[in-house]
C-alpha cells in the first residue's frame, strides 16, 4: 500500500506510561524505533523531544478512557495529531503487547488507515465538562431526594402524598420542624404555607407517624447533601454562562427549535462544538451521536438494526427534548412521530425524531439560521396523490364507495 505519512509515530497510551513507536519510511525498508516513557508532566516533554528528534509530523494514538487527554495537552500545536477509536485500530489476536500495539498504530497512520475521532477545541471541551458535571449534581440531587422519601415512608409520613414538592418552601419547613424534634401534626401542618388539594383532616393524618432519632440523622444527612448540591449547580450556572460567551448566538438559535430549552441547547453546543465542517454531513453527525442503525449485515442479509451503544451525554438530552418537541401541536416534529409511531411504535419514532433535530441543528449552526417549522401537513403536501389514495383504501373498506373529483 501507498505510504501516505513517511515520519509519523503511533502511541500506546496507559495511565503511568505510553509506549511510542517512531516510524520513518523510505527507499529501504521502514526504520522502526520503539520507547517507553512515563505519563508524568516531564515524561511527555522527554516524548515530545524524542519524537522531535526523528522529524515525526504526523502521531497516533487510541483514545484510553482520559488518559490520552494529558499527552494529547502536551503534543498539541508540535504534531498532527490524530486520536483514533480502539474498535476501529484493533490489532491481531493472540498478538498483543503493547510494543505491538504501538508499532500496529504506526503502520495504520503511516499508510492513512485511522479514522480521526472528533476533538473539540478547548473551550467547547470545557464547556463540556461543565455540562456533563451539572447533569451528574442534578442526578445526584435527584436520588437524595428519593432517599428522603423513603426515610418518610419508613417513619410513615405520607408527606409527598399531600404535597406535590416535598422539597419545597413547605416541604422544606416540615422537614426541618421534624430534624428540630416536632413530631405533633398540628405543629407540623403550620409549617405548610401554601395552598394544598388535601383537606386538614388528610393533611394531620399523612403527618402522622412514628419519627425516631434515626430519621432525624438521616433527613438531615441528605439534606445537607441538598443543600451543597444546590450550590455546586449554581456555582456550575455562572462558570457556563462565562464559558458560553464565545457560543451565545449558536445557543440562541439552537433554542428556537420546539423541545430545545436554553440547557438543551447548551449541552448540544457543549458536545458538538459550532464547527459543522468537522462532519461532512449530517449524517456523519448522526453515526458519531450513535442515532442512527449499526452497519450489521451478512450474506446480504440485515442483521441488526439496533443503535450503536455511545453518545449518552448528547443522546439522552435529544432524546428528553424529542419527548417534549412532539407535544407542540401542529408543528412537523410532532406530526413524524405520529406517523411513524403508527408503523414502527413510540421508541423507534422519538429517536427518529431526536435524529431529525440533531439533523436540524447541523444546518441552523452551518448556516446561521433559526428554526423554520415546515407545519403537520408538510407529509401530505409531499405525496399528496399517496396520502389521497390511502384514505380511499381505507374508505373502502369501510363500505363506502368513492369517486375522487380533482378540486
Not at 423507534?348 to 417549522?373: C, N, Q, Y
Amino acid at each position: 500500500m501507498e505510504v501516505i505519512y513517511p515520519r509519523c509515530a503511533g502511541l500506546d497510551v496507559h495511565k503511568q506510561t505510553v509506549v511510542a513507536c517512531v516510524r520513518i519510511a523510505g527507499d529501504a525498508p521502514p526504520l522502526q524505533e520503539v520507547r517507553t516513557f512515563a505519563t508524568t508532566t516531564s515524561g511527555l516533554l522527554a516524548l515530545a523531544d524524542w519524537l522531535d528528534s526523528f522529524g515525526v509530523e504526523h502521531v497516533g494514538m487510541e483514545a484510553t478512557g482520559v488518559y490520552w487527554k494529558p499527552v494529547w495537552h502536551v503534543l498539541e500545536g508540535h504534531f498532527e495529531l490524530v486520536l483514533a477509536n480502539a474498535a476501529h485500530v484493533k490489532n491481531v489476536p493472540g498478538r498483543k503487547t503493547d510494543v505491538n500495539d504501538a508499532m500496529w498504530l504506526a503502520d495504520l497512520l503511516a499508510h492513512g488507515l485511522i479514522r480521526a475521532s472528533f476533538v473539540p477545541p478547548v473551550a467547547v471541551q470545557e464547556l463540556r465538562t461543565l455540562t456533563r458535571t451539572r447533569k451528574q449534581f442534578v442526578r445526584e440531587r435527584s436520588a437524595h431526594a428519593q432517599r428522603i422519601e423513603k426515610v418518610l415512608e419508613d417513619a410513615n409520613l405520607k408527606l409527598s402524598v399531600v404535597l406535590s414538592d416535598i422539597l419545597g418552601k413547605s416541604g422544606r419547613a416540615v422537614l426541618q420542624a421534624l430534624i428540630d424534634g416536632q413530631t405533633e401534626p398540628e405543629r407540623l401542618a403550620s409549617c405548610i404555607a401554601t395552598r394544598v388539594k388535601a383537606s386538614r383532616a388528610e393533611l394531620l393524618e399523612a403527618l402522622r407517624g412514628r419519627v425516631s432519632a434515626h430519621h432525624r440523622f438521616m433527613l438531615k444527612l441528605h439534606l445537607g447533601h441538598i443543600d451543597a448540591l444546590d450550590q455546586a449547580i449554581a456555582d456550575i450556572e455562572k462558570e457556563v454562562g462565562l464559558g458560553l460567551e464565545p457560543f451565545r448566538q449558536a445557543a440562541r438559535l439552537l433554542s428556537t427549535m420546539p423541545g430545545l430549552s436554553a440547557v438543551s441547547a447548551h449541552v448540544i453546543v457543549a458536545e458538538i462544538g459550532i464547527d459543522m465542517s468537522r462532519f461532512a454531513s449530517p449524517r456523519h453527525l448522526l453515526s458519531w451521536a450513535c442515532l442512527c442503525p449499526r452497519n450489521d449485515e451478512s450474506a446480504g442479509k440485515r442483521r441488526s438494526t439496533r443503535l450503536r451503544r455511545g453518545g449518552k451525554w448528547l443522546k439522552t438530552t435529544l432524546v428528553q427534548a424529542a419527548w417534549s418537541a412532539v407535544r407542540v401541536k401542529g408543528g412537523y416534529l410532532q406530526a413524524q412521530f405520529h406517523r411513524l409511531r403508527a408503523r414502527r411504535g413510540a421508541k423507534k419514532a422519538i429517536i427518529a425524531v431526536a435524529a431529525s433535530m440533531l439533523t436540524a441543528a447541523w444546518h441552523m449552526l452551518r448556516d446561521g439560521t433559526e428554526w423554520h417549522d415546515l407545519g403537520a401537513a408538510h407529509f401530505d403536501r409531499a405525496d399528496a396523490h399517496k396520502t389521497a389514495n390511502r384514505l380511499i383504501r381505507r374508505l373502502q373498506q369501510i363500505g363506502y364507495a368513492v369517486q375522487v373529483t380533482p378540486a
